[in-house]
């Protein structure tokens, strides 16, 4: 298994501001996902954080809004660019074990609860 | 496309009665199924996978599910309830053609309530 660290646990944020989530992993991975948790519902996949290149973002999720970064196999990081009170929720950070293959499960982190005023 | 659902919001059960928390899916062939668990303020736990082989899947804390391709359902059980399973689950699938991506669909959620 895989230790997923993200950070900041919970954020109280401006309207118009940006914050960046980290996410660390205590072991090398082929993927990393971010995703998000929106208050009391399911689990949105944003995108797909590719080590060494841009990330690929799902349907109604854009670059521009939601930037990642992802420089090395154990670490990534999201943006939450130009805040508004919609983008509160629960970011999660996923990895996939070099050993998961397409059947390995996903481990996550403990999330990041992010409140937009 | 593919999808999850999960017919249930919310399922209450007394301690020590089985549980049942139902999962299908519609997915093209056969996917790789899966159940994790949220507690309240954590993130997800995984708590067990089906790939191939016995229908029947053993996972964590006493839990099982039964893969059922004729009904395409994933549901989760487990013979007794504990207080402590009261938790957020979620069924996820991923659709085994198209190479590694690795991407989880997940269900909308059932939460379990064992009451004491």
């Known amino acids: 298994s895989a230790v997923i660290s993200q950070k900041p646990s919970r954020d109280i944020c401006q309207r118009g501001t940006s914050l960046t989530i980290q996410c660390q992993v205590d072991?090398?991975?082929?993927?990393m996902f971010w995703y998000r948790q929106q208050p009391g519902q399911s689990l949105t996949l944003i995108a797909t954080a590719n080590q060494g290149s841009e990330a690929t973002y799902e349907s109604g999720f854009v670059i521009d809004k939601f930037p990642i970064s992802r420089p090395n196999l154990t670490f990534s990081t999201l943006t939450v660019s130009n805040m508004s009170p919609e983008d509160s929720s629960i970011y999660l950070c996923?990895?996939?074990?070099?050993?998961?293959?397409?059947?390995?499960?996903?481990?996550f982190g403990e999330g990041s609860r992010l409140t937009v005023l | 496309a593919q999808s999850v659902a999960q017919p249930e919001d919310q399922v209450n059960v007394a301690e020590g009665n089985p549980l049942t928390v139902k999962c299908t899916y519609s997915?093209?062939?056969?996917?790789?199924l899966f159940w994790y668990v949220q507690y309240p303020n954590r993130g997800l736990q995984f708590l067990l996978k089906y790939i191939t082989g016995d229908n029947l899947v053993k996972g964590s804390y006493g839990f099982e599910a039964e893969f059922n391709k004729s009904q395409t359902s994933f549901h989760l059980k487990k013979p007794s309830a504990l207080v402590s399973d009261s938790a957020l689950y979620f069924c996820a699938v991923r659709d085994r053609r198209g190479g590694a991506t690795n991407k989880l669909i997940f269900g909308t959620g059932t939460l379990l309530a064992v009451q004491p």
């Open positions: 996923s990895a996939a074990g070099r050993q998961g293959g397409n059947t390995g499960e996903l481990f």
């Open positions: 997915v093209s062939g056969n996917p790789y």
């Open positions: 072991s090398q991975v082929t993927m």
